[in-house]
T-cell receptor, first 112, second 110 residues
Framework: GAVVSQHPSWVICKSGTSVKIECRSL??????MFWYRQFPKQSLMLMAT?????????EQGVEKDKFLINHASLTLSTLTVTSAHPEDSSFYIC????????FGSGTQLSVL | QKEVEQNSGPLSVPEGAIASLNCTYS??????FFWYRQYSGKSPELIMF????GDKEDGRFTAQLNKASQYVSLLIRDSQPSDSATYLC??????????FGAGTTVTVRA
């Protein structure tokens, strides 16, 4: 199956700093990638859809200026959590559709 | 009404038994249906997908789809302790976006 690589797997940062998460499609080109957030014991919540070469589409309630998404190439999308705060601590997962939906390994973000 | 609904569980079954997971969805136009398995702290892993009414079997897993009733289920036969995880039902209406259920936690007792 298609492979989606996500880095880093986990990150601990101080409140107020920014964190960048990368998502790469390794064996196919992804014009679209999805970014999800998952809090403990809850399901995946779609945050935004990144589109190669154009602006991302954000779901209702997701702050565009806080969660910056860049999809500069057909294989790479990045999510930057700006000025992170403890309430942003969560499991962030990217995915790329290729007939089915394949997920990256996820990034556990802990903001102190 | 949530787009995709699942019983949260936990569903506890003895080793070797059948685990039955249910999922209902609200968008009658949905065409694709997926079951993902998620271990604690890991990202979801696709285990089954089904597009047509009826049953689809893959090893110990069987997905069942009934579009008229807007219902999709997953059966796990000969349950093993390694099957203990949260199972997410996902439905794809018209575009690439999937709608996920909240997940059913399954515990297989040795």
């Amino acid at each position: 199956g298609a492979v989606v690589s996500q880095h880093p797997s986990w990150v601990i940062c101080k409140s107020g700093t920014s964190v960048k998460i990368e998502c790469r499609s390794l064996d196919f080109q992804a014009t679209t990638m999805f970014w999800y957030r998952q809090f403990p014991k809850q399901s995946l919540m779609l945050m935004a859809t990144s589109n190669e070469g154009s602006k991302a589409t954000y779901e209702q309630g997701v702050e565009k200026d806080k969660f910056l998404i860049n999809h500069a190439s057909l294989t790479l999308s990045t999510l930057t959590v700006t000025s992170a705060h403890p309430e942003d601590s969560s499991f962030y997962i990217c995915s790329a559709p290729n007939e089915k939906l394949f997920f990256g390994s996820g990034t556990q973000l802990s903001v102190l | 009404q949530k787009e995709v609904e699942q019983n949260s569980g936990p569903l506890s079954v003895p080793e070797g038994a059948i685990a039955s997971l249910n999922c209902t969805y609200s968008d009658r136009g949905s065409q694709s249906f997926f079951w993902y398995r998620q271990y604690s702290g890991k990202s979801p892993e696709l285990i089954m997908f089904i597009y047509s009414n009826g049953d689809k079997e893959d090893g110990r897993f069987t997905a069942q789809l009934n579009k008229a009733s807007q219902y999709v289920s997953l059966l796990i036969r000969d349950s093993q302790p390694s099957d203990s995880a949260t199972y997410l039902c996902a439905v794809k209406p018209n575009d690439y976006k999937l709608s996920f259920g909240a997940g059913t936690t399954v515990t297989v007792r040795a």
